[in-house]
Nanobody, 123 residues
Framework: HVQLVESGGGSVQAGGSLSLSCTAS????????MGWFRQAPGKECEGVAT????????DYHASVKGRFAISRDNANNMEWLQMNSLKPEDTGMYYC?????????????????WGQGTQVTVS
């Protein structure tokens, strides 16, 4: 059973920064490609950023390009999302995802495994 555990959420003022981390259990398919997604209240879940095992970033949501950076450490089964210049519209529950099934990398339906989420609030 694949487990993904996020941490690092919190509350920050607009313009501030937060760093999220995700630790994956020992399943290769969860670690080959990993991603970050978010869901704001009353809105659908959307892809934020995804990254392949070799470190190649596959895509960013247009609204976060230039502000967010995804990275990973395969040796420790971890990925991070560095979020800078945060805006109130970045508020939401942020989820780590693994087990890419195919299709658009930023589509939630393309992913198998999900963490429990960590809340990010920007005011």
């Amino acid at each position: 059973h694949v487990q993904l555990v996020e941490s690092g959420g919190g509350s920050v003022q607009a313009g501030g920064s937060l760093s999220l981390s995700c630790t994956a259990s020992e399943f290769s398919d969860a670690r080959v490609c990993m991603g970050w997604f978010r869901q704001a209240p009353g809105k659908e879940c959307e892809g934020v950023a995804t990254i392949l095992s070799g470190g190649r970033v596959t895509d960013y949501h247009a609204s976060v390009k230039g502000r967010f950076a995804i990275s990973r450490d395969n040796a420790n089964n971890m990925e991070w999302l560095q979020m800078n210049s945060l805006k109130p519209e970045d508020t939401g529950m942020y989820y780590c995802a693994g087990g890419y099934k195919g299709g658009s990398y930023l589509a939630p339906s393309a992913w198998t495994y999900w963490g429990q989420g960590t809340q990010v609030t920007v005011s």
